[in-house]
């Protein structure tokens, strides 16, 4: 199964700022690559498709790229619904499988 | 609006059986691939299984052979039969539409039900 390693597990901000979180997949998954956010006691959101393409209602601070097998999701600045759990998904190859998360707290 | 609405959540001893349930509105259910997606508490997201428009099905490997995925177009449901429950499958059961329609193959989930809770425990 491929494995994604997500980075951070956790990180604390402040509303405004630059926020990153990179995904690395142990091979290569040919850009099918999803971000979802998920906020206690919700189902996740959809954000991010097909590594870049954002995803209808989605504000355009969200974004993600790809460098190989690393994929990355920046969040431009910070607002305060913001504050959640994010998670990567590949869907390149069975069984299909998330990342462990990145939890976004306030500093 | 585009809903989806799981149930059949419970609990259930150890070796027991269940069957969860997921009723689509506000779209074509019969032309999406639909996905179970679990959660243990506290814990990440885990893939469960697919089932196509067509049919088709995929599992995760330690749902093969317990788990048994279905779907109902005429009654925009679809299902998860859940046998030899372990601990181990003690989670929040998602239900979730796959992005692409009239496919076979992954993409993105765009839509998820809330969820239903299955405990396993004795």
């Known amino acids: 199964a491929i494995q994604l390693t997500q980075t951070p597990s956790s990180l604390s901000a402040s509303v405004g700022d630059r926020v990153t979180i990179t995904c690395r997949a142990s091979?290569?998954?040919?850009?099918?690559l999803a971000w979802y956010q998920q906020k206690p006691g919700e189902p996740p959101k959809l954000l991010i498709y097909?590594?870049?393409s954002l995803q209808s209602g989605v504000p355009s601070r969200f974004s993600g790229s790809e460098s190989g097998t690393d994929f990355t999701l920046t969040v431009s600045s910070l607002q305060p619904e913001d504050f959640a759990t994010y998670y990567c998904q590949q869907f390149n190859s069975y069984p299909l499988t998330f990342g462990g998360g990145t939890k976004v707290e306030i500093k | 609006q585009v809903q989806l609405v799981e149930s059949g959540g419970g609990v259930v001893q150890p070796g027991g059986s269940l069957r969860l349930s997921c009723t689509a509105s506000?779209?074509?259910?019969?032309?999406?691939?639909m996905h179970w997606v679990r959660q243990a508490p506290g814990k990440g997201l885990q893939w469960v299984a697919v089932i196509w428009y067509d049919g088709g099905k995929h599992y995760e490997d330690s749902v093969k052979g317990r788990f048994t995925i279905s779907r109902d177009n005429s009654k925009n449901t679809l299902f998860l039969q859940m046998n030899s429950l372990t601990a181990e499958d003690t989670a929040v059961y998602f239900c979730a539409r796959d992005v692409l329609d009239m496919a076979t193959i992954a993409d993105a989930f765009n839509i998820w039900g809330q969820g239903t809770m299955v405990t396993v425990s004795s």
């Open positions: 091979q290569d998954i040919r850009s099918a």
């Open positions: 506000g779209f074509t259910f019969d032309i999406y691939g």
């Open positions: 097909d590594t870049s």
